[in-house]
């Protein structure tokens, strides 16, 4: 029933920024997780980065650490995910995903464990 609204996408050079953004319908839980996946071209989908959101947890796969940064908009009940110094390795579907279940740094999310998702937003970063 609940769905996530993500946008954000979009196409960029390589060093620049983007900032995606995810908003829930609805209610979810009383704490949950919530972040992006992302498929590139020829790859199979991994866990980017996640806020435990009800806590102060986050997760950040070691591939975006130190460039990528969740953070909450809570009066909007929306998170964002700023993307900085982009690499053309970034490119990819971006796919907004929340589980009621905890996640941390030491967690790598497994979609399997996740029930909602977003429409998917492509970010596309050029040489």
């Known amino acids: 029933q609940v769905k996530l609204q993500e946008s954000g996408g979009g196409s960029v050079q390589a060093g620049g920024s983007l900032r995606l953004s995810c908003t829930p319908s609805g209610h979810i839980a009383s704490s949950y997780c919530m972040g992006w996946f992302r498929r590139g071209p020829g790859k199979e989908p991994e866990g980017v980065a996640f806020?435990?959101?009800?806590?102060?947890?986050?997760y950040y796969a070691r591939s975006v650490k130190g460039r990528f940064t969740v953070s909450e908009d809570k009066a909007k009940s929306t998170l964002h995910l700023l993307m900085r110094s982009l690499k053309p390795e970034d490119t990819g579907v971006y796919l907004c995903?929340?589980?009621?279940?905890?996640?941390?740094?030491?967690?790598?999310?497994?979609?399997?464990?996740?029930?909602?998702w977003g429409q998917g937003t492509q970010v596309t970063v050029s040489s």
């Open positions: 806020q435990y959101v009800g806590g102060t947890s986050q």
């Open positions: 995903a929340a589980a009621p279940r905890y996640c941390g740094s030491a967690l790598e999310p497994s979609a399997g464990d996740f029930t909602t």
